[in-house]
C-alpha cells in the first residue's frame, strides 16, 4: 500500500494538470521508499526527477495561465519560482552528504495540500473558459475551423 494516497479533493477538473499533480504523490510516496531501505542512490534520483518534473510542470502550467489571461499569472510563477529555489537547496544539500528524503516529502506534501489546492484552484476557471473557448472555434464556423479549413483544403 501506497505511503500516500491521491485525495479526490485535490483535482482541477483539468485533466492533464491533475495527472501532472498526482506525480508529486508519486515522488513523495518514492521518498518514503527510498528513506525506508535507507537507498541513497534512490533518494537522487527521485531528487532530480523532481527538479526536472517542477521543470516542465510549471513552464506548462504557467503557458495555460499566460494563455487563459489569468490576472495572477505574475503572482504564482512566483511561488513557482520559490519553490525551484527550494528544491534546488536540496540537491546542494544531498550532493553535500545529508539525508534529505524527509525534508523533501515534508516539503512537497505542504506544496502538494497548499499550493494546489488554493493557488492552483484559482486559476482555474480563467483556464477552463478559455479552454471552452478554444473548442467553440474548433467546431463548424468557429474560427479555427475556418482557418484549418482554408489553409488545408
Not at 485535490?10 to 491533475?18: K, N, P, Y
Not at 525534508?103 to 492552483?120: C, K
Amino acid at each position: 500500500m501506497a505511503y500516500l494516497e491521491w485525495a479526490p479533493d485535490l483535482d482541477t477538473g483539468i485533466e492533464v494538470i491533475d495527472n501532472q499533480h498526482r506525480q508529486i504523490v508519486n515522488y513523495i510516496n518514492q521518498l518514503h521508499e527510498a528513506k525506508m531501505a535507507g537507498d541513497h542512490k534512490a533518494v537522487g534520483q527521485v531528487l532530480e526527477g523532481v527538479i526536472d518534473y517542477t521543470m516542465s510542470h510549471f513552464a506548462f502550467e504557467e503557458t495555460l495561465m499566460d494563455d487563459a489571461g489569468y490576472e495572477f499569472s505574475l503572482a504564482h510563477k512566483k511561488t513557482h519560482k520559490a519553490f525551484i529555489n527550494r528544491v534546488s537547496q536540496f540537491r546542494v544539500r544531498f550532493k553535500a552528504g545529508q539525508d534529505i528524503a524527509e525534508d523533501m516529502a515534508d516539503q512537497l506534501s505542504r506544496w502538494l495540500f497548499s499550493h494546489i489546492r488554493h493557488d492552483d484552484a484559482a486559476y482555474v476557471a480563467a483556464v477552463k473558459g478559455k479552454m471552452q473557448r478554444l473548442v467553440s472555434e474548433k467546431q463548424a464556423g468557429g474560427w479555427l475551423a475556418r482557418s484549418l479549413k482554408r489553409f488545408f483544403s
